[in-house]
Structure formats: C-alpha cells, structure tokens
C-alpha cells in the first residue's frame, strides 16, 4: 500500500481510472494495467491503473473524471491505492488462452464483467484471441449466448416473434425495409432492430432514419410492436446484449472476428428481442463476409445447431453476394430504393431476395403453406399491404405516413461515370462501391451514394453511364470521383485496366 | 475526411494520441484504436486514436501534450482528419495471429514499429498471444532475437566479453555479486546488466544500488568496464533491446511469457553489450519459472541451440530453486549478504552456487582449465581478489570503494517470528517470502526485508526465530507481520497449519 496525494485530471475517457507515477506503482508490485484499491478516510472503490513516467510526480495519484465523480476528492487529498485482487474473469480468460473450455457459469463472469467495464482493452483483447485460436464448442457458444443475453435488457412480447438477419458485406442490402412490412401485414410481430454502419455506405438504421426516428428504449419498442407488428429501429438504445459493442470496439482495431463469438453475438440479439422464429441470410461472394458456398453451408449448419438449444425455429438462405443488392447505395439512395420496390416498381432482383426471405417467415408462422412463402409475399407486395404497413410503421417511429419514394431527397451535386468502351459488365466490386459511397459523404450525409446503372451480365455502350455518384457537397463529389477513376468499381469485359507507366 | 477544432489536452500519456467523439470517429470509418492522419494548413502527422461520447461534442478533436509538443496547435485551430494506412506490421501480426511464421525482415518490422511507439496496447497483446498460442520456430526465435538487438543501443568492446543471467523467480538470488568481481578478478570482461524489481522483493539493480549508482547510458557502462573489467548496472538506461520493456508491459498484465519470446528477450540483452560467452542459471522449483528438471532441460537445449545461430558460446547451469538463495530477502539485506561472503563470511549454499556459475565462465575464457573453474573462482574468492575487486567496481560506480559488510545498514525496526514447535523444517515459500518482504517496504526501502535463520532439512525447537523481518517504517513493520503469521513462510513438520474455524 502507498499514500498518494489526488490530482484530479478533468477528463472524462470511458473507463475508471486513476494514473500513478511508474515508481509508485512498481511499490505496489505492477507496471500498469491492473486492478487497484483507492481510499480516502470516507471512500474506497477499485480502479483500473495506467502509469505515467512524465505527468505526474512521484506521490501523486491522477484521477479522472469517471472515478472522481463518484469518488469525491480535492487536489492534494490523501488517498491510499493498493493492488486489487483482480476480478475473477481475468483467470477465466487466462484458461481460455491456455485452451481450456469454459462453463456457463465461466462465461457468465467473463460477459458480465466486460460490461461492467471491470476487463481492460487488452483483456478484452486476449478474450476474442483466445476464441480465434482455440474455437468455442457449441457448447460454449450456447452458454456465451446465454450470457450475453443475461446480461442485458430483454423484451418479452408474450407471443410468438419473428426476425431477421443478414451476416453481412454486400452493399446496398436493403431487404429489411421490404421484409418488415411484408411480414408485419401478414400480422406477425417483427421487432427488427439495427446497426448503423461502421466501416459501410449505410447500416439498416442508418437507411430507416431518412424515414422516420430510429432511437428508442425498449419499453417503447415494445409498444410500437404491439400496436403495428412492426419496427425497425437502432439496436444501440435498447441496452440488449450490450456485450456486442464493447467485444466489435476490439475486433475491429483487431480485424478479427472469432466464429463462435460472431454465432453468439448474432443469435443474442434475436433472443434479447424475444424472437423464436428466424431467418438468417448468408450471401456469399468474393467481398463479402463468407467467401464459398461451403462455408455459407457449415455456417448455417451451424446456426441451426445452436438455435435448438435455445428451442428456437432458424433457417438459413444464401444468397448471392457478388455484387450490391438493388442498384442504390447510401442511406437515402437506398430509402429510395426500397419505397420504389413497396410502390411497385422495384428492381427484380431486390424484389426476388426480400420476397424469398420474408416467405420463409411467413410459412414458419402458418401465414403461408409450405412452399407458398415467397408467393404469399409477392401478393402482400404486389397488393400494396406492405408499404400501407410501411407507411404505419414509419408514423408509429415518427416519420412522415404519406412518404413516397419521390419525396426522398437525396444529394443535388452528382457527376456520371461513362462506359470507356463496350462490351459486357463482369464485375462489380463490392468494396468500391462502398468506399466511393463513403467518400462522398455517407452514411452521415445522407443524401450521398450512388446509383449502379448496370450490373454483372449487362451490354453497356461506350459512353454509357455506368454510375451516377450523389453527394451534398462538391468536395465531397470530387474525392469519390477521383476514387472512382483509380477503383474502376465496374469492370467491363475489353476495358482496359491500368496503364504502366501511369499516366 | 473531417475537419474538427483542436482542443488541447494538458496530459501526457506516453503515447501520440488523439481524441474524437465517437460520431466522427465513425465518419471517417473506425470505432478507436486506430491510426489517423491529421493535418493543419502547416503541419501534418499520424497519430492514434480513441474515442469519447461526452468529453468533447462532435466536431472537436482532443489533441494530447504527446501530440501537441510537436505538432502545433491553439484551442480552434482547424485540423484535418482522416484514417490513415495502419503500419505494415498490423497486417504482420495478423498473419502471426493466424498461424503463419514471419520472416526476418517481418520481425524487424514488427519489433521496429513497436519501439517506434507505432503498435497500440491490444496489437501487442495479439502479437504476444499469437507468440503464446502458435508457439515460434527456432529460426523465429532468431530473427525476433536480431530484430530486438537491431532495434537498440549496442556495445562493442572489440574482445571476448562474458556475461550471466538467471531465469528467475527464486528470492535472495544475489549471485551476480559474487559471480562479476570473480571473473572480472581474473581479468575476463563482464558488463552486467540488470532489472529492477517488479513483483520480487529485490531485482539485483536494487541490490547493487545500495552500494553504488547504477544508473549509466551504454557510454559510460563501457568506460566503467574497460577500466575495471566488470560492471554491475541497471539495463533500463542503456537503450539496449528497449522492445523487451515494452513488451513486458502487456506480458504482465496478461500473466503470459511466451517461450519463445523469454528466449529472444535474455538474448537480446547479452547480445547487444557483446556477450559472446554466456551461463545461463536455470532455477528449478515449484515456485519458480521452471517447475521441473525436464522443462528445465528442454529450455537448456533451446538456449544452447538459440546461441549457436549467434555464434555465441553459452552453457547453462541447472541449479536448485525450491527455496530462497542464502538466507537474506530485500536489496540493503542481499547487499549485505554478498559482500559477507565476499570477505569470506558467506553461507556455503551462496557460495557455492556463485562459484559454480563464475567457474563456467572462468573455463570459457581458458583462465581456469576443464573440470577446474569452481575451484579457481573459490580460490579466487578466497584470495581476497574477489572483494577487491568489487570495491574498485563499486568505487567506479561512484560508491564507497571502502564499503564492508557491516556499513550497510538495514531497516531499524524488526521483529522476529517463533517457531510454535520442535520439528525439521520442511518448506519455506518462495512466493510466501516475497510477498512479506515487499510488505515490509521492499525494494523501495532499502532497508526492508527478512532473514531466514533456518532453511529446509534444519532441525529447530520451539520457541527459536525462524524469520526476522526488518524495516524502515513501523506501519510496514506491522504489515508484514500480519501477512507472515498469516501466511506461514516457513513448515515445521508437526506444526499446526491451519485452525478451522479460524481463531
């Protein structure tokens, strides 16, 4: 134990720590990262340590915002630290990194300690590693799920509740904005909620919010549900399995995504929602998150498995991920899109993947006969139920309930992009599309993204516009179109592709 | 790209950072823990980002001392933001994490990259569990050695230079006091280089720092030992290997030292003040590093095979751990002890331990023959040389060339722990000692500590001092007696261990 004296640093950094001098804390037996017990005559609590040979002197106790607003100080207050027996997870992730599996109870620690900030990042980090390496069982994926569900809020309808989920990569992936209507109208509940994008064009909830509000708590989820089947809303209000977003602020710096952990955290969101009956759509393709049919297949086996073990009815639909889904890129853009497809004038291809997803819903909840699923949902479609449902929803969340797709505003600069010569589109890269999209300014200026004229398997003409990019500002048009120029997002077959030496 | 205000932040953290709210951080593409670009009209640079959803509003960037010292900014000046490429070894220590042996010039990235304060905390953590879960090649272990030495200061005496470490985990190991004025006594040269404490109760610079300075940079380290053959100094001044530090840094938060990764790290250091003879102790206890003969085996041979690639002449010497070194704990306590048997006072298990390692040495550099090495350091030692020879070391450190055994003062409050029975001592704690003598103030307080009077196989009767524990300060004084009566340092067969329920 040593005696320091408060210094208090006003700054508020998300976690509660309290910084040392390096030799302070080499007294108390440490270099930094572990756990401390702090007191004064009145207080104690335990914060995380991170030591500093330059800011502070020795005898001194820096501590920020997050701990001294509950823990009152003064400048020059005494406090005592000692280290803190660190808590019980951090053994439990040390057994996981030597390969041993963990119980339900094991998991439960490690889950609930994460979100009560007690891991630090590099705990965290290990955790997700340790994943990677080793593997879950299915076993523990189950008690991973189960944690992750337990410890966070969780709505319970009282009845039977539907859901979706894409696994992702594929731009343009509108399907949510047809499948929730679609299902709504046939009077199943469906209380879908959504990501914004992170490294995306444009997140489901990023897309809804050009309609209409998409913030909400779980009680008022829960009542716009009951009053119209419907919703489609930002999960990130909801505090359901808030475990998700603390584990992705590690494994995106990481750049991993460990198998099991992404089964768990997938099928913890459905559960949190109450949802028994799911369908997951698994596209596959170069640039998408499964690259092979093979691994879509053991994938969807896979979420199969684990969904009997929480006595839930989940079926898998790959689907082609080659290239974006529809030909609207960025939130508005794809607003946009989706409206059109309600209104009766969407593109085949958009229409066909949402109508298949939504059948499989509909026939797990005896709205349709078996093998009628997809039919049932062209009707409800094609009879203009599901954008009246849509309309309701979008009131219910806020929105305008007369929007047409002629209302959305999207980007008033816009440059096109032309055909350099004929002949057939073979490719169109996902992750182009996505970064020109970025570029020109979504998924916070909404208006931005881009329209894809043609895609794989069309003839195109020299001169042809083959993308029109929409932005809300020129600077912005002109770095997504100096990036388009050097991705050559639309490969077409005869063109030529580089130049060496560059021009 | 964003632009944001700068708002400076008065904190130095040790490493470039700035920071965002969370909103733009998303803007331009991340969550935290990456790098970005920032630009001002004059300046430009890369820092590391994190992330805030309250400290700053959306449109501030928080720009740290770190940054702020050499880039130049005012509250409001308008920066540039964008994500910048991650350096080359993130993707390294990706393909590390996936199981895939890196090349030599991959580790010089890596490790580059690290000591350029290029890596963020949970990088290293994935580059050292990577190490620990997929294990290292001995051609790996090589080049992460190379890239280690290249990476820091190095000293070339341009002659044969000796040197010795210790794996580690036994308290009381002060051999490196008797072992370096032995060899340096025989004219061989021996720049030692030493750690502080971390979570032992004396690192040998600690110890050696009772006697003189230990602090030098590789300049004046080389000058010490060309004039005296030997030194005895702290290595975190030097600049050598300084990778090791910062990987320790993650390692001990973690509770993981992957084997590959120790062997680089002793390596390293030898290498780099131009080791090419070298004795490696490796003590074998349930308390220590290496829990038995067959590790410690296994690890000899590494070593062995790991300096052949160097082409350095390396032996090491399997020596027993299973209970303190001597009988004296803490840095004024082991100074004491050394220069005991120094002037021909010394236990003979000290004694012998230290002039079976400095024997190997003496053979190595043909100033003993094969098979005498032991007995030449034991004569050396007797003859006076050796403790002549420590003094003119000493002296050149800027201590007292005149010091003896008795000047050194230990801490003036004491007390002794009984035994509570006749019987045979059966175990005395490593772990137990340590924790009792830091406890008592150790190392920071020199004069803290613990005399064993008694070791395993003696036979004592009740009511005889087992231990006595010295210290600076009477609150610490206490402490450590708490925690010795609580934790038994020392078992007498036939003694009470544990009263249920406790009195």
Redesign the interface.
Known sequence: ?VKLRAKK?D????KRMVLLHE?DA??I??????WVKISSKTQKTVAFL?T????LNPGQIGIF?DVYEKFKVKDGTVISVSLARPPES?ELI?KK?HGKPLSKDEYHSIISDLVHHKL???????FL??E???GLTMEEIEYLTRAMVDTGTTIDFDRSCFDKHSVGGVPGNKVTLLIVPIVAAAGLLIPKTSS????SASGTADTMEVLANVEFDAAELKEIVLRTSGAIVWGGKLGTAPADDLL???E?????DPYGQMLASILSKKLSVGADHVVIDIPVGDETKVKTIEEARRLAQNFVELSERFKIHLQCGITYGGQPVGHMVGPALEAKEALLALEGKGHASLVEKSTALAGVLLEMGFVAQQGQGKQVAKDILASGKALKKMREIVEFQGGDPHVRSDDIKVGHKSVALKAPCDGFVTNVSNAAITRIA?AAGAP?EKGAGLLLRWKRGYKVKKGDTLIEIYAERSTKLN?ARTLAMKLNPVTIEGMLLHMIPEI
């Open positions: 134990m640093i700054l508020e950094i998300g030799q080499l007294e037996g440490t270099l930094a990262h572990d991170d500093t040979k330059s800011y915002k951090i040390r990194v630090g990042d590099i705990q965290i980090a290990a590693l340790a990677q390496f080793h914004r994008a992170i490294t992705i602020r590690i995106h710096p990481l750049n991993i970025r916070k770095e």
